[in-house]
């Protein structure tokens, strides 16, 4: 910038401090910030001799200018209109530029410039140069002042600087605007704040004691105006006596804050209230300290806390009992499925004890009656060893003393038929069950002292007792425990009676199953046999009847060999097995050809049968053909049964195509025959339906998994051969639903 200046130039220099000086006078005189603002603008205007000036204020976000006031034309834009214009911050426009960079622009061609785009030129305003300069407060932006040209032209220095003074001016304004009225603002909210919320206003001067209230105070205080005498014991005379200690001193110089929460008995009613003071010491001089501050009747907000203490406390009670609730429910239905979840008693046993320990107790005992009537541990669980050694040894020296020397008693409970809870056990309960030290010693190192002890009744009577013990502190069992328990005892007695009648029926039915089947294979020079058996896991009253298999001499050297399926399960299947069997064993006297037995047993069934049930079966008739040389001369025949799979010793598996029409269906079956050689090693596996239809989900273990299978343990033993398959189809499926029977016959090497 140059000092060698013209008259002229001084001149408009001068002119220049002077619209600067008019506007900060402006400023100062007025609390109009548009009026401000305004002013300044026209007078930036005049003073430049420009006919267009605009002044854009950042919205709240930061990313929008929008116009506040403008001189167009030479005419006074006002905010009304100028609200309306919208300016993008950045260079898409040349006042958000100016904020984005916080820097005044000089822009002698707007059209020139590359730095920013000319929105003024776009939108058709006749401008071609501009100086723009951003207005901020205490480093916060705030907007921009823009001046145009409608030529291009190379502002001096001079008026760059006007504008940016003109802009620093206009900072200071809104500046003083923005505290002026946060200062109204304050007031105001403090007027508000204290007639709203009923305060009254006090001061104390520790010299003298005086205590000064307004009306307000006095008012809270139950005080008249005209007996009050300003003494500072005239308040201490209305404190609640329990909170005067609180008023004994005063305050040393420069004290924080004073905050004090205490009750009064207000003497003109004798009510109770509460009352809330702040203070704050405010003088130290010869004068001693000043206190000033506010006060507040609370009583109602004092009340409505104690209320809601109250009523917090009882819904935490609620939820405590509503989740205790929702955790017993959860615990019996865990019990409901545990307990169903298994048919064997040992199993459902240990489960339940593991599931009460440590949800319901630190040790469970399961006791069941036995055939001599006597109470039989059958199931124990504890939350260490220690403790279940403890209880077993306070348990044997029980029994030793002939039933006592206990602080309850399990069989009470069982001839009574009733649950007892006994909520506390004391050191005395233990001196007097104890017979002597060491006795004593082992009752006070299980250290039970809670218990509860339940019958495990079935639908026959008793069946036995179910005890548990609390021997960690922090609880015990009360009522609510003991119905949990009695609920408990009640679904574990049906588990365990259900069990009990399925093991019962259970074994029934194996009984008459085993009949059905041989009850050993024969030892057959020269032939391996093997067998496997599964029954399917279906209710015991029906478990009778399904598959079968059959070893039949027939001849010196000759044998029948069957493996069958008859329709249907229960007892009227078993009569069907027995009869087919019968059949098979009576056929073979008479026919040798397996296509013939099988026709006789047909003819049987048609005769005898007057239902729909119908049977498959495989009947195989093998000769020793060779025994030097460990050959067999079989011949197979099938009705509607699955096909023999033949296993050659050198790994070859395939299924032999002999099936004809099932049994009892039809007078005159097509039942072709199928003669097949087995040498050393070779063997013939006759299965049912059970070994291909198992399943794993939706899949089957199907024929050519059962061929692969088969190939796998061709050159084995017969024994190897059936067993391998059991574990290939029992590896195989989630469930057995359907028998599984397995025969294996296999061409021994000569010896």
């Not at 089947?517 to 029954?535: E, K």
């Not at 189809?729 to 061409?747: E, P």
Request: aromatic content about 4%.
């Amino acid at each position: 910038m140059t000092t060698d200046r013209s008259t002229g130039e001084w001149t408009l220099a001068v002119r220049q401090h002077e619209a600067v000086a008019r506007i900060g006078q402006i400023g100062l005189r007025s609390r109009d910030l548009d009026e401000v603002l305004g002013a300044a603008m026209e007078i930036a205007a005049e003073t430049l001799g420009l006919e267009h000036l605009a002044l854009f204020e950042l919205e709240p976000g930061g990313e929008v200018l929008r116009g506040r006031v403008a001189v167009f034309a030479g005419v006074l834009v006002t905010r009304r209109r100028m609200g309306r214009v919208e300016l993008p911050v950045g260079p898409d426009s040349l006042p958000g530029y100016v904020i984005g960079e916080r820097t005044s622009v000089v822009c002698p061609d707007l059209l020139g410039d590359d730095r920013f785009r000319a929105l003024a030129v776009a939108r058709g305003f006749d401008v071609r140069a501009a100086v723009a300069s951003p207005i901020s407060w205490e480093d916060h932006p705030w907007g921009a002042l823009v001046v145009y040209d409608r030529d291009l032209r190379a502002w001096t220095d001079d008026e760059v600087h006007l504008v940016q003074s003109v802009a620093n001016t206009m900072g200071l304004a809104i500046q003083r605007a923005a505290v002026e009225r946060e200062l109204r603002d304050s007031s105001t909210r403090l007027d508000i704040s204290l007639g709203a919320g009923g305060l009254g206003l006090w001061s104390w001067e520790a010299a003298g004691d005086r205590l000064t209230f307004n009306g307000p105070a006095l008012e809270m205080f139950g005080l008249r105006p005209e007996t009050y005498s300003g003494i500072g014991a005239d308040l201490v005379a209305v404190v609640h006596p329990d909170e005067r200690s609180a008023f004994a001193g005063e305050p040393g110089p420069g004290a924080a804050e004073v905050h004090s929460v205490f009750r009064i008995i207000r003497p003109d009613t004798g009510e109770v209230r509460w009352i809330e003071g702040w203070g704050r010491a405010i003088g130290d001089g010869a004068d001693g300290v000043v206190l000033v501050g506010v006060c507040s009747d609370i009583t109602e907000r004092r009340r409505a806390e104690q209320l809601q203490a109250e009523m917090l406390q009882r819904e935490h009670a609620a939820r405590v009992a509503a989740e205790e609730a929702r955790e017993r429910l959860a615990f019996l239905s865990d019990a409901s499925a545990l307990l169903s979840a298994s048919l064997d008693l040992d199993e459902t046993l240990r489960s339940f004890a593991d599931l009460c320990v440590p949800f319901l107790a630190d040790v469970c005992l399961i006791d069941l009656v036995d055939d001599d009537d006597k109470l039989v541990e059958r199931a124990a669980h504890a939350v260490d060893e220690e403790s279940l050694a403890n209880v077993r040894e306070l348990r044997r020296r029980r029994a030793a003393l002939g039933g006592v020397g206990g602080v309850y008693s399990e069989r009470s409970v069982a001839e009574s038929g009733q649950a007892v809870v006994h909520t506390t056990i004391t050191d005395e309960d233990y001196q007097r069950a104890s017979v002597d030290d060491e006795h004593l010693a082992v009752f006070r190192a299980f250290h039970c002292h809670s218990a509860v002890v339940a019958p495990l009744t079935g639908r026959t009577g008793l069946l036995g007792v179910l005890s548990l013990q609390l021997n960690r502190e922090g609880r015990s069992f009360d009522a609510e425990d003991l119905a949990l328990v009695e609920q408990l005892a009640a679904r574990a007695a049906l588990a365990l009676d259900n069990s009990r009648l399925f093991h019962s029926r259970n074994r029934v039915a194996r009984s008459l199953q085993a009949a059905l089947l041989p009850p050993a294979l024969p030892s057959i020079a020269g032939i391996g046999l093997a067998a496997r058996y599964d029954v399917s896991e279906a209710e015991a009253d029906v478990a009778i009847g399904g598959d079968f298999y059959d070893v039949i001499p027939v001849a010196p050297g000759s044998w029948g060999m069957v493996v069958g399926d008859v329709c249907g399960r229960g007892p009227a299947a078993a009569a069907l097995t027995g009869l087919v069997r019968h059949t098979l064993r009576s056929a073979v006297v008479r026919e040798h050809v397996p296509s013939r037995v099988l026709a006789q047993t047909n003819q049987a069934m048609l005769q005898q049968i007057d239902d729909a049930r119908f049977c498959t079966a495989a009947y195989v008739r093998v000769d020793v053909a060779d025994p030097p040389t460990g050959r067999l001369s079989l011949v197979a025949s099938s009705a509607g049964h699955p096909p023999p799979i033949l296993v050659r010793a050198d790994g070859r598996a395939e299924a032999l195509d002999c099936s004809g029409t099932l049994l009892g269906v039809v007078a005159d079956p097509d039942l072709p025959d199928l003669t097949v050689e087995l040498g050393p090693g070779d063997a013939l596996v006759l299965y049912t339906d059970g070994v291909t239809e198992a399943r794993r989900g939706n899949e089957l273990f199907g024929e050519p998994r059962l061929i692969e299978t088969l190939g796998s343990l061709a050159g084995r033993s017969a024994e190897a051969i059936a067993g391998g398959l059991e574990r290939a189809v029992a590896d195989f499926r989630r469930s057995a639903r359907d028998d599984t029977a397995i025969l294996v016959i296999q061409a021994l090497p000569p010896a």
